[in-house]
């Protein structure tokens, strides 16, 4: 190891860690599995680009959770965009409408009545305010000339470092720029250096949209100081309350002899002759928590960027990367996949396999088998170096699986970049975004695509990464109790359709047919379970589960009312942003007891009986009131043209092909429907997907990818990923159409992130599912289209830990083990084969293809 004393010296060996293998591939190599050695050279996960960004989708993200950028990757001049995930506009908001409950009365009346057009022109008394607005910090700048004639230009993401890597040759002369955001030192490193000396020459600058000033100290340093808006751009408000402070600085690192730096204007520095340079960016905020108004903030951001910087500037620049690679890797290679479909490679594949069966079985591979491996596998490497925006259109006629794989990785990648324990949740855009004034504000949208952003938190083995969701849920429940309470005079908490970094809770300004929609703090209350039957951590459930899933509770059971029909009700009750005709020919949207509704309500009411069986708290009131709801809410119907009705009343739909799919909540992710359970509700989720259509934005297409893999329907399933992965030009963007960008960002268009997420995780399902009984191997896959392929360390609920290989389009083996401290007892299935298995912790289980346990051994 290298332990050079400072950032720009790194005089000598690359300082790196050495880790253990990932638990996964550590059981996989146990079991004679081929070994994932030289997988990275073999199979680069990298997002490649020819040339620089010309847009914001053409740039490339890193993010350490709160800090992120997106590198434009210039030649004459460079961008680095610059977001921290607690620059939003405004402060702690007034989240009641006393005026509320005299209006609620008066819709569910006409709703009663079935006034439904009426009903909705009433409701909009019910509406809220806008939320606030997510804000850029700025940019780094950089000046290297004008007019350079340059060659060899390349840049790329790395995925299996979480670094963005720029090249290119000028004369005789190479350039190379390396990028990270580091969550171990809370900086945005980079570092430029040419193959020659003194040749790294430029400017820089820090910049801002936002109110600030600039000032630079010691030729090395520049300070940017400034706010956020008080209040919403364009809100005109009076008082012009006092917004967010931050504080970036930027810190330069010069090596060479000759080098030398110099002041311009008083806000920009100037660099000539260096051998190499580190760029160390650090930021901080005065935002307190939701709670804290901006102008009471006790927090100094210029302070605490200082002390960010002080001990990343004590390391050499390859600690620093080290430790990012160290801390970054931790969590990404917990899972690896691969898929593949090219006789090629399934050959060298198959011999990794036969070489492992013929000896013991634990028996190592030969070197003749993995001779074997490199060779086929130099065909992925081809595609895999291409630019991705070449390999987004040549997927309709190559199908490549390893644009798969690495659309799979990234969304992994994503995840970890902008979301970690203690920072903020993932917005609409992660954290990354360029404009002040972003798509929907860049807010949280709690009806489908705040929910998605945390799909594959779970079964893609990155459970860290939903805490900031629990603790914005915790903030939730405060604003969203006193919202209850004023607004709908009932218990527990609330929040509704749209949030933001102030935990909002009350209703949207405007339309009812998004704002009236008092299910997305259950919807969300639902993650809280769903990270326990996980994990089993049951001291998670007792103290941060079970109060907030009770408080949910308590408020649906306060907001479930007798109405003049059989069952309890919801009234007001909306489908989110979806409208019916109502039978006087009209267009509503407010009507009573909506099947996502009701599909919510019975997730939340199950997850606190059984919590509340595993707690010791069965004889609470609460407890007793749901236990007698249940009997009394409506179950899902069938309309009569065979599909799952979308409200309580078979109502024309004016836009049969709409975007959403709230409907279906109890396929995916709820588990109030199944084919083993409910066969005909199923026939009905597949009609209504029919009916549907395959079109929408690619959250959308994400959210009927996972509901066609729990309908077993791979090749439907299978589809939907071609639908996705259809470029998008930014230029010519339409509207829901759905895509990639060049930069393998999804779209709806614009850009949003969710599908990002919402396809891991709907993946992970056509490989794996489970129920915390029963656990399901390739229940969707398409097995024409990837014959051959391996999973390793994806999650199954009962804190289970699964591996899985294929052969010839059918399961070769898997290993299961499950290390939560508690024995697991499941059922196995693959097709039409059941087994009875019991799992105990710290043991691993091999499985053949006929579901018989071949050998167990220690974790």
Same mark, same amino acid.
């Given at each position: 190891?290298?332990?050079?004393?400072?950032?720009?010296?790194?005089?000598?060996?690359?300082?790196?860690?050495?880790?253990?293998?990932?638990?996964?591939?550590?059981?996989?190599?146990?079991?004679?599995?081929?070994?994932?050695?030289?997988?990275?050279?073999?199979?680069?996960?990298?997002?490649?680009?020819?040339?620089?960004?010309?847009?914001?989708?053409?740039a490339?993200?890193?993010?350490?959770?709160?800090?992120?950028?997106?590198?434009?990757?210039?030649?004459?001049?460079?961008?680095?965009?610059?977001?921290?995930?607690?620059?939003?506009?405004?402060?702690?908001?007034?989240?009641?409408?006393?005026?509320?409950?005299?209006v609620?009365?008066?819709?569910?009346?006409?709703?009663?009545?079935?006034?439904?057009?009426?009903?909705?022109?009433?409701?909009?008394?019910?509406?809220?305010?806008?939320?606030q607005?997510?804000?850029?910090?700025?940019?780094?700048?950089?000046?290297?000339?004008?007019?350079?004639?340059?060659? &060899?230009?390349?840049?790329?993401?790395?995925?299996?470092?979480?670094?963005?890597?720029?090249?290119?040759?000028?004369?005789?002369?190479?350039?190379?720029?390396?990028?990270?955001?580091?969550?171990?030192?809370?900086?945005?490193?980079?570092?430029?250096?040419? &193959?020659?000396?003194? &040749?790294?020459?430029?400017?820089v600058?820090?910049?801002?949209?936002?109110?600030?000033?600039?000032?630079?100290?010691?030729?090395?340093?520049?300070?940017?100081?400034g706010?956020?808006?008080?209040?919403?751009?364009?809100?005109?408000?009076?008082?012009?309350?006092?917004?967010?402070?931050?504080?970036?600085?930027?810190?330069?690192?010069?090596?060479?002899?000759?080098?030398?730096?110099?002041?311009?204007?008083?806000?920009?520095?100037?660099?000539?002759?260096?051998?190499?340079?580190?760029?160390?960016?650090?930021?901080?905020?005065?935002?307190?928590?939701?709670?804290?108004?901006?102008?009471?903030?006790?927090?100094?951001?210029?302070?605490?960027?200082?002390?960010?910087?002080?001990?990343?500037?004590s390391?050499s620049?390859?600690q620093?990367?080290?430790?990012?690679?160290?801390?970054?890797?931790?969590?990404?290679?917990?899972?690896?996949?691969?898929?593949?479909?090219?006789?090629?490679?399934?050959?060298g594949?198959?011999?990794?396999?036969?070489?492992?069966?013929?000896?013991?079985?634990?028996?190592?591979?030969?070197?003749?088998?993995?001779?074997?491996?490199?060779?086929?596998?130099?065909?992925?490497?081809?595609?895999?170096?291409?630019?991705?925006?070449?390999?987004?259109?040549?997927?309709?006629?190559?199908?490549?699986?390893?644009?798969?794989?690495?659309?799979?990785?990234?969304?992994?990648?994503?995840?970890?970049?902008?979301?970690?324990?203690?920072?903020?949740?993932?917005?609409?855009?992660?954290?990354?975004?360029?404009?002040?004034?972003?798509?929907?504000?860049?807010?949280?949208?709690?009806?489908?695509?705040?929910?998605?952003?945390?799909?594959?938190?779970?079964?893609? &083995?990155?459970?860290?990464?939903?805490?900031?969701?629990?603790?914005?849920?915790?903030?939730?429940?405060?604003?969203?109790?006193?919202?209850?309470?004023?607004?709908?005079?009932?218990?527990?908490?609330?929040?509704?359709?749209?949030?933001?970094?102030w935990a909002?809770?009350?209703?949207?300004?405007?339309?009812?047919?998004?704002?009236?929609w008092?299910?997305?703090?259950?919807?969300?209350?639902?993650?809280?379970?769903?990270?326990?039957?996980?994990?089993?951590?049951?001291?998670?459930?007792?103290?941060?589960?079970?109060?907030?899933?009770?408080?949910?509770?308590?408020?649906?059971?306060?907001?479930?009312?007798e109405?003049?029909?059989?069952?309890?009700?919801?009234?007001p009750?909306?489908?989110?942003?979806?409208?019916?005709?109502?039978?006087?020919?009209?267009?509503?949207?407010?009507?009573?007891?909506?099947?996502?509704?009701?599909?919510?309500?019975?997730?939340?009411?199950?997850?606190?009986?059984?919590?509340?069986?595993?707690?010791?708290?069965?004889?609470?009131?609460?407890?007793?009131?749901?236990?007698?709801?249940?009997?009394?809410?409506?179950?899902?119907?069938?309309?009569?043209?065979?599909?799952?009705?979308?409200?309580?009343?078979?109502?024309?739909?004016?836009?049969?092909?709409?975007?959403?799919?709230?409907?279906?909540?109890?396929?995916?992710?709820?588990?109030?429907?199944?084919?083993?359970?409910?066969?005909?509700?199923?026939?009905?989720?597949?009609?209504s997907?029919?009916?549907?259509?395959?079109?929408?934005?690619?959250?959308?297409?994400?959210?009927?990818?996972?509901?066609?893999?729990?309908?077993?329907?791979?090749?439907?399933?299978?589809?939907?990923?071609?639908?996705?992965?259809?470029?998008?030009?930014?230029?010519?963007?339409?509207?829901?159409?759905?895509?990639?960008?060049?930069?393998?960002?999804?779209?709806?268009p614009?850009?949003?992130?969710?599908?990002?997420?919402?396809?891991?995780?709907?993946?992970?399902?056509?490989?794996?599912?489970?129920?915390?009984?029963?656990?399901?191997?390739?229940p969707?896959?398409?097995?024409?289209?990837?014959?051959?392929?391996?999973?390793?360390?994806?999650?199954?609920?009962?804190?289970?830990?699964?591996?899985?290989s294929?052969?010839?389009?059918?399961?070769?083996?898997?290993?299961?083990?499950?290390?939560?401290?508690?024995?697991?007892?499941?059922?196995?299935?693959?097709?039409?084969?059941?087994?009875?298995?019991?799992?105990?912790?710290?043991?691993?289980?091999?499985?053949?293809?006929?579901?018989?346990?071949?050998?167990?051994?220690?974790?």
């Amino acid at each position: 190891m290298d332990s050079d004393g400072d950032c720009g010296s790194d005089a000598g060996a690359e300082w790196v860690w050495v880790r253990r293998p990932p638990e996964a591939e550590a059981v996989a190599a146990a079991a004679g599995w081929p070994a994932a050695a030289g997988d990275e050279e073999a199979r680069p996960l990298k997002v490649v680009f020819a040339s620089p960004a010309r847009y914001f989708t053409d740039a490339a993200p890193i993010g350490n959770g709160r800090l992120g950028a997106m590198v434009w990757g210039g030649v004459e001049s460079e961008r680095l965009q610059l977001n921290h995930d607690t620059l939003w506009t405004g402060g702690p908001g007034n989240y009641t409408n006393p005026k509320a409950p005299a209006v609620l009365s008066k819709v569910r009346s006409l709703v009663d009545n079935g006034k439904y057009p009426e009903a909705t022109a009433a409701a909009y008394d019910l509406s809220g305010d806008q939320t606030q607005v997510y804000q850029p910090l700025g940019d780094i700048d950089l000046i290297f000339g004008k007019h350079i004639k340059h060659t &060899n230009y390349k840049r790329e993401l790395d995925l299996h470092t979480a670094t963005v890597n720029v090249a290119y040759t000028v004369g005789d002369v190479v350039y190379s720029r390396e990028h990270f955001s580091s969550n171990s030192h809370q900086v945005i490193a980079t570092k430029i250096s040419a &193959n020659k000396p003194g &040749n790294v020459s430029f400017s820089v600058s820090l910049t801002t949209p936002l109110d600030h000033k600039i000032r630079i100290t010691d030729a090395n340093e520049i300070i940017m100081e400034g706010s956020c808006p008080g209040e919403r751009p364009h809100n005109n408000a009076s008082d012009h309350p006092i917004g967010i402070k931050f504080c970036a600085i930027l810190y330069l690192q010069t090596n060479g002899a000759n080098s030398r730096v110099e002041v311009l204007k008083d806000k920009m520095l100037k660099l000539d002759g260096a051998d190499s340079v580190v760029l160390l960016l650090a930021a901080a905020t005065s935002f307190e928590g939701p709670f804290v108004k901006p102008s009471r903030s006790k927090l100094h951001p210029m302070a605490s960027a200082f002390t960010t910087l002080g001990v990343a500037r004590s390391m050499s620049y390859s600690q620093l990367k080290a430790y990012h690679m160290d801390d970054y890797q931790s969590l990404f290679q917990r899972v690896s996949l691969q898929l593949s479909r090219g006789s090629n490679y399934q050959l060298g594949e198959n011999r990794l396999g036969q070489s492992a069966q013929a000896g013991s079985q634990d028996a190592t591979v030969s070197d003749y088998a993995f001779r074997i491996a490199d060779c086929t596998r130099s065909a992925v490497l081809n595609d895999s170096v291409k630019p991705t925006v070449d390999r987004i259109i040549s997927f309709k006629d190559n199908e490549d699986p390893s644009l798969v794989e690495l659309l799979f990785q990234f969304g992994r990648y994503l995840l970890i970049s902008c979301s970690r324990p203690g920072t903020q949740i993932s917005n609409l855009q992660g954290i990354w975004s360029n404009d002040p004034s972003p798509p929907w504000d860049a807010a949280p949208h709690p009806n489908i695509n705040l929910q998605m952003n945390y799909w594959p938190a779970l079964s893609c &083995n990155l459970s860290e990464c939903q805490e900031p969701l629990f603790d914005f849920i915790g903030s939730l429940s405060v604003n969203g109790a006193k919202t209850a309470k004023v607004n709908y005079e009932a218990g527990g908490w609330v929040s509704h359709q749209v949030t933001d970094l102030w935990a909002k809770t009350s209703p949207d300004a405007g339309d009812p047919v998004w704002a009236l929609w008092p299910m997305g703090g259950p919807w969300l209350a639902t993650h809280l379970w769903e990270h326990y039957s996980f994990t089993l951590d049951k001291q998670f459930l007792e103290k941060t589960a079970y109060p907030l899933l009770e408080g949910s509770a308590s408020f649906l059971l306060d907001w479930l009312i007798e109405g003049h029909r059989e069952y309890l009700e919801t009234n007001p009750s909306t489908s989110p942003e979806h409208y019916f005709i109502a039978p006087d020919g009209k267009k509503a949207c407010v009507s009573y007891s909506t099947t996502m509704d009701m599909s919510i309500i019975r997730e939340v009411f199950s997850a606190v009986v059984l919590a509340a069986d595993i707690l010791g708290k069965s004889d609470t009131n609460v407890v007793q009131r749901i236990k007698k709801a249940l009997p009394n809410l409506p179950p899902v119907k069938v309309a009569r043209d065979g599909t799952i009705m979308e409200w309580a009343q078979d109502f024309q739909d004016p836009e049969v092909h709409h975007r959403h799919v709230s409907h279906l909540f109890g396929l995916y992710p709820g588990h109030t429907m199944s084919l083993e359970q409910t066969p005909d509700l199923c026939k009905a989720v597949a009609n209504s997907l029919y009916k549907r259509g395959d079109e929408g934005p690619g959250w959308s297409t994400s959210w009927k990818m996972a509901l066609w893999a729990h309908l077993h329907n791979s090749g439907h399933a299978y589809k939907m990923i071609l639908q996705l992965i259809t470029l998008v030009d930014p230029k010519h963007e339409v509207s829901r159409e759905g895509g990639l960008y060049s930069n393998l960002f999804t779209a709806h268009p614009p850009f949003q992130i969710d599908a990002n997420f919402g396809f891991p995780a709907a993946l992970s399902e056509m490989l794996v599912q489970s129920t915390g009984t029963d656990l399901y191997l390739l229940p969707a896959l398409p097995r024409n289209k990837w014959p051959h392929g391996c999973v390793k360390g994806l999650k199954a609920r009962g804190g289970v830990t699964v591996n899985i290989s294929w052969k010839e389009g059918s399961l070769h083996e898997a290993l299961l083990w499950s290390g939560s401290g508690q024995d697991s007892i499941a059922r196995l299935h693959y097709e039409n084969r059941t087994a009875t298995i019991s799992l105990s912790s710290g043991q691993v289980y091999r499985f053949s293809r006929d579901l018989k346990c071949l050998k167990t051994w220690p974790l």
